[in-house]
C-alpha cells in the first residue's frame, strides 16, 4: 500500500510532465528547442554539486551544448574512492539558450570505518548520534541555479574581459544525527557564487575564477558552520585545463575550503568527548587539489578522470584517491 | 542582511566590469594587419601553418568540410562563389595570422550582415576548421593560433 500510495503521489506531476512533452512534439517545437551547436568540448563537465564546470569547482560557462539558439542537458555519475570514503554522484542539468543552467543532484557519501570508533561506543549506550557502525552513510540533495551575467569564454580572443557568471546552490543534508555529533550548526544551506572563465587559444590554455561565498564544511557533507565559524564567507577556486586536443583537456583545481569545525570533537548527545579519550577524535578540514584529464568522445559524452587530494575529512588524514566522471549530454 | 550586502556588492562589480567591457564589444573587422589577441599568436604561426601554400591548403580542406556539412553547406552554395571564397580567405588567415598579405574582400560584417547566420552555424565552421587542420596535418596547438586569430569575427558575422 504505501509504494501504491508513493506512486500515486507521483501522478499528477508525470500527467503534468507528458503533456508538457506531448505538447512541445505535437507542436514541432521541440526541435526548434533543442541544440546542440557548441563546439565539442566547450560546455565542459559535471562538478560534484552538479553545475556545468570542472570536477569541483563550478565555471561561468552553462552546462551541456546549447548554444544562444537553444536548449541543451546532462546527466552525469560520479564516482570517488578515497582511503575512508567512497562519494557517488547522480544528476541533472539542464542549460537554455546558453544563458541560464539549472542542475540537481544527489551525493551519497559513505564513510568506511571513520566512524565505528564512536559508532560502536554510541550503539552500546544507545545514544542517537546518526551513526550505524559499519554502514554510516551521509545523503546531500543539491539544487543549482547559474546565470551568466556578461563576456565570452571563447569568441572574444582579442580582449581579456572573461565570461562571468553568478550562480548559487541550496544543500539538504540528510544525516541530521551524524552532523550534530559533529557539532555542524546547520544541515541544510545555500551558496552563491561567481565565476570567471576565459580561454587563451592561442597557448591552448582554460583559466576558471570562481569566488564561492559559502558556510559549508566539506562542501556540505558534513553540515554548514559550527563552533569556530558560523557566518558565510568568500572562499576562491580555481581551475586550469590544458587543451591537448579538440577533445582531451588536462588540468589541475583548486578549492579553498573553511575550518568551522576545526580543532572540534565529536558530541556524543550532550557530550563533547575530549578529542584524545578514544584516540583520534579530533577534527580537520584542509584545501581541496585535483589533477584531472577530460576526453570528450563526441558531444553525447564525456569522460572525466582525476587524482583527488583532498587531505583531512573529518577524523581522518591523508584522503587521496582517484574520481572518475561520466556525463551523457542530449 | 550581511549576504544580501555582499551579494549587492558582487553585483555591483559584475556591472562596473560590464559597463568598462563596453568599447571592445564593438563589432569586428578585418583591419589589414595581424589581428591581436590576448596573449599574442605565436611569431612564427604562419610558418608552421606552412606560409601560403600551406594556408591554401588549409582552406580547400575548410571548404571540403564546409560542403560537406548539411547544417550549413546551403549557406555558402547560395550567397557566393566558393572558387571566390577560397582565394579571399586564403588572403585573410595569411594576414591575421601576421603575412604581409592584403585582404581584397568585404569586411565581415558586410560580407555576412544579410544572413542571418546564427552562432549554431558560425559553430559549424569552426569544428570544420579543427577538421582542416587534422586533414593537412597542421598540429592542434598551431591550429589555435588561427582559431584565436579568427574567434573575433564571431560579433560580426553571428547576426541572429
Given at each position: 500500500m504505501k509504494g501504491l500510495i508513493g506512486v500515486n503521489r507521483y501522478l499528477p506531476s508525470c500527467a503534468a510532465l507528458l503533456a508538457l512533452s506531448a505538447a512541445l512534439f505535437s507542436a514541432g517545437a521541440w526541435a526548434d528547442l533543442y541544440n546542440d551547436g557548441k563546439v565539442l568540448a566547450t560546455g565542459g563537465v559535471s562538478m560534484t554539486d552538479g553545475a556545468g564546470g570542472g570536477g569541483i569547482t563550478p565555471w561561468a560557462t552553462i552546462t551541456?551544448?546549447?548554444?544562444?539558439d537553444g536548449i541543451n542537458g546532462d546527466v552525469h555519475y560520479t564516482y570517488v574512492n578515497l582511503p575512508n570514503y567512497a562519494l557517488n554522484s547522480i544528476g541533472g542539468a539542464v542549460g537554455l539558450w546558453d544563458r541560464v543552467e539549472l542542475s540537481y543532484t544527489n551525493d551519497v557519501l559513505t564513510t568506511g570505518s571513520t566512524f565505528n570508533t564512536v559508532g560502536l561506543l554510541t550503539d552500546t549506550l544507545g545514544l542517537p548520534t546518526g551513526i550505524a557502525p559499519w554502514n554510516t552513510t551521509i545523503k546531500m540533495d543539491v539544487f543549482g541555479a547559474k546565470v551568466r551575467v556578461f563576456g565570452e569564454a571563447i569568441y572574444?580572443?582579442?580582449?581579456?574581459?572573461p565570461q562571468v557568471a553568478v550562480g548559487g546552490f541550496y544543500k539538504i543534508n540528510h544525516n541530521r544525527a551524524l552532523l550534530k555529533t559533529l557539532q555542524a550548526s546547520k544541515s541544510k544551506d545555500w551558496e552563491a557564487y561567481i565565476a570567471a572563465t576565459k580561454i587563451f587559444f592561442p597557448i591552448n590554455t582554460l583559466v576558471n575564477v570562481t569566488l564561492r561565498y559559502t558556510a559549508a564544511n566539506e562542501t556540505g557533507l558534513t553540515g554548514f558552520g559550527g563552533p569556530k565559524g558560523n557566518k558565510r564567507e568568500i572562499r576562491p577556486e580555481v581551475s586550469l585545463a590544458y587543451l591537448l586536443n579538440k577533445g582531451t583537456a588536462i588540468g589541475v583545481e583548486y578549492q579553498k575550503h573553511g575550518g568551522n569545525l576545526e580543532g572540534q570533537s565529536v558530541d556524543l548527545n550532550g557530550v563533547v568527548v575530549?578529542?584524545?579519550?578514544?584516540g583520534s577524535l579530533t577534527q580537520h578540514e584542509s584545501d581541496w587539489y585535483d589533477a584531472f584529464i577530460a576526453f570528450?568522445?563526441?558531444?553525447?559524452l564525456s569522460i572525466t578522470m582525476a587524482y583527488a587530494m583532498l587531505g583531512n575529512i573529518t577524523l581522518t588524514p591523508n584522503q587521496s584517491g582517484y574520481y572518475i566522471s561520466l556525463q551523457a549530454s542530449f | 542582511m550581511k549576504s544580501l550586502k555582499v551579494i549587492t556588492q558582487i553585483a555591483a562589480s559584475a556591472m562596473l566590469l560590464f559597463a568598462a567591457a563596453q568599447p571592445a564589444l564593438a563589432a569586428q573587422d578585418p583591419t589589414g594587419s595581424k589581428q591581436t589577441t590576448y596573449p599574442g599568436i605565436s611569431s612564427d604561426a604562419l610558418e608552421k601553418f606552412g606560409g601560403e601554400a600551406g594556408v591554401h591548403n588549409w582552406v580547400e580542406a575548410l571548404f571540403y568540410y564546409i560542403m560537406l556539412d548539411n547544417r550549413i553547406n546551403k549557406i555558402f552554395i547560395e550567397h557566393g562563389n566558393v572558387a571566390r571564397q577560397i582565394a579571399l580567405n586564403t588572403q585573410l588567415e595569411q594576414m591575421v595570422l601576421g603575412g604581409a598579405v592584403q585582404y581584397e574582400g568585404a569586411s565581415m560584417s558586410a560580407a555576412h550582415a544579410?544572413?542571418?547566420?546564427t552562432l549554431t552555424q558560425f559553430n559549424a565552421v569552426v569544428e570544420a576548421a579543427y577538421n582542416a587542420c587534422e586533414r593537412v596535418n597542421t598540429p592542434y596547438s598551431v591550429c589555435n593560433q588561427l582559431i584565436a586569430a579568427l574567434a573575433p569575427f564571431e560579433r560580426s558575422i553571428v547576426t541572429r
Open positions: 551541456g551544448y546549447g548554444t544562444r572574444d580572443s582579442d580582449n581579456l574581459i575530549p578529542g584524545d579519550l578514544l570528450f568522445p563526441s558531444k553525447n | 544579410d544572413l542571418g547566420i
